[in-house]
């Protein structure tokens, strides 16, 4: 793994925790202002890569609920 891949994890996990409760989309604006972004947005499948990546090596769970149609 590389390190701008795992600040990418710890950008996330940051950006959660400071927002509590936040939406996919809050994220992604979030994201879009971040320097890591490199002006692309954070899609839906990344987000639960990085999700599934981070359970495994911080071994913390990011539950995140569909919003409803």
Request: with cysteine.
């Amino acid at each position: 793994m590389g390190k701008e891949l795992f600040s990418r994890y710890v950008w996330l996990l940051e950006t959660i925790h400071r927002a509590g409760k936040i939406t996919f989309e809050e994220i992604n604006a979030r994201w879009l202002r971040s320097e890591l972004s490199g002006g692309e947005t954070l899609s839906l499948r990344t987000f639960h890569h990085h999700r599934d990546a981070i359970e495994e090596l911080f071994d913390i769970c990011l539950l995140y609920t569909s919003p409803s149609p």
